[in-house]
DNA sequence: CGTGCCGGGGA
DNA sequence: TCCCCGGCACG
């Protein structure tokens, strides 16, 4: 197919790292400018294990220019991986896995990590998926970085950023649970057996979190349990039957079905106490500062972020992963909540804008905005600086209280660990939202649950919080979050979930929005004019013009 | 009781 | 998506 082609653009302008110029030992980071083949076996460009020597020409951060060979850049970041290859295998692997084919972000992640997690693959070496993973991660992690200045510092939180870059990654990519539903519908009966729960209604997919309850089981308890069917061929028909997309297509349409289907029927994977038609929405919001675009598909949000403030527009196939990083995954009660940006509301914009001592990063234009303040983004213009780091994923809404906030980040309050920083800015354009129901830090009254054991296996954020979020606090009090049905990523390290776990919990405020103070439009104009209100306050709902 | 607004429903 | 309204909570 496009492979070939796809292989040579990705080189070009892939982050790697190298060895330190100066010979101190750290590795740099550098794009990749040229490739030059040294060796006549450049014509059997398809095999993997051929021993062809590339050098290449990279461009430090310096500016400078510096030739590497493949062993060089491999050793210089890479030592840990078990891999041959440095590049190349990665190379391969982002062509197959679609890296250019569209909504990239969701096919790649979650072939890797299903590639990772099953046992006796007789196809591709784990090696190489591993290694891939490896390069992947230090090639995002270290072009999602922000300024020069942290460079030390940004090596010590290297774990941290990849793996919840990784997660981020995962979150966006429902597919991976897709698979054993959609290829085989005849075998799901045979999964469900080890009695890993009855919910899972194997013909319609929005019925209940069976996916869950089902992942779990196979992978800790029951070693018996069939894999999934599709193991057998590798890579590509994760995308093909999940997606029923064909070849690299278009994503477009198809998407937020599935997107919505997954998010809201992982969500409801436990009795929810009330029915609630479609409370819950799975909506892609966009992490720069000032821009709060919020999508409904993962591959919408990622073309906007590469095309609008990454600046790519020309070839919308190539990226490099970046785009994972600017946005985050939401679960929307209601669209409500993210729903009101701008309409004529001087007075949300006018609150008290933090400094923002932030240079714009390179080779963007960054008004000196900033972002808090911004309930749904809808916000002008504004191309700023990612929120310090997406890597605040679907999560985000739920670091209100940051009571387990600091947890997570050492408990350092000016912490500055990529994770933690990036709860901030979501914190805010979520908190905007429902700051009624974050009031105070206030803590689950759940004796083990919540931020107490946030590492605790069974509690998930996403989707505990998205439940609980607004029933009332008895319904999530107890330990009622079921085992694994984190939303975005059940197999997921805990530690970065406790960033999530601070659930919104807050027992008080629950209700309603406290009743606002100020002239409404009602008050304003008066019934007479009703014509003059807000649309907000024409529908009876909270009023966007005159907010408190 | 007036008001603000949530939740839900109709077109 | 736009619009309306029942109904609840608050003051």
Known sequence: MHTRRLVKRSILGSRVYAPSPTGDGAPVTGVVQAVKQENSDVSSTTSTTAPRRNVYTVLLQDGSLKEFSEEEIASGANNQTPARGPLKPSLKQNSNNGFGEGPKGEAPEEQRLAEGKRPGRPLDPDARSVSLLEQK????????????????????????????????????????????????????GSWKDPGSAGPLAPSSYSSSGGYWSWSAPSDQSNPSTPSPPLSADSCKPFRVPSLGNGGGGAPGPEDPSLDDQDGSSLLFDEPIPRKRKNSMKVMFKCLWKNCGKVLSTAAGIQRHIRTVHLGRNCDSDWSDGEEDFYYTEIKLNTDEG???????????????????????????????????????????????????????????????????????????????????????????????????????????????????????????????????????????????????????????????????????????????????????????????????????????????????
């Open 338 to 548: 993210l729903g009101c940006p701008s309409p004529a509301t001087p007075s949300v914009l006018s609150p008290p804008l933090p400094p923002h001592p932030h240079p714009p990063p390179l080779s963007h234009p960054h008004p000196p905005a900033a972002g808090p303040a911004q309930p749904g983004g809808g916000g002008g213009d504004a191309h700023r600086s990612p929120a310090q780091n997406s890597i605040g994923i679907s999560v985000a809404k739920d670091n209100h209280g940051g009571v387990c906030n600091g947890r997570l980040g050492g408990g350092g309050g000016g912490g500055a660990t990529p994770l933690s920083r990036s709860a901030p800015s979501a914190l805010y354009l979520i908190h905007a939202d429902h700051a009624y129901q974050a009031t105070a830090p206030v803590s689950i009254p759940s004796a083990d649950s919540g931020c107490g054991g946030p590492a605790v296996g069974s509690f998930t954020p996403t989707n505990s919080f998205s439940i609980s979020w607004q029933s009332p606090p008895v319904t999530f009090t107890g330990t009622s979050v079921s085992p694994c049905k984190s939303q975005s990523f059940g197999e997921q390290r805990p530690q970065t979930i406790a960033v999530l776990s601070s659930p919104p919990r807050a027992t008080a405020a629950i209700s309603r929005k406290v009743r606002g103070e100020g002239k409404k439009c009602r008050k304003v104009y008066g019934m007479e004019n009703r014509d003059m209100w807000c649309t907000a306050c024409r529908w009876k709902k909270a009023c966007q013009r005159f907010t408190d």
């Open 137 to 188: 991660r230090k090639v995002v992690s270290s072009s999602i970085d922000v300024p020069h200045a942290r460079r030390s510092e940004e090596e010590v939180d290297m774990d941290k950023v990849t793996a919840a870059m990784v997660l981020t990654s995962l979150s966006t990519s429902p597919l991976v649970r897709s698979p054993p539903v959609k290829v085989g519908e005849a075998l799901v």
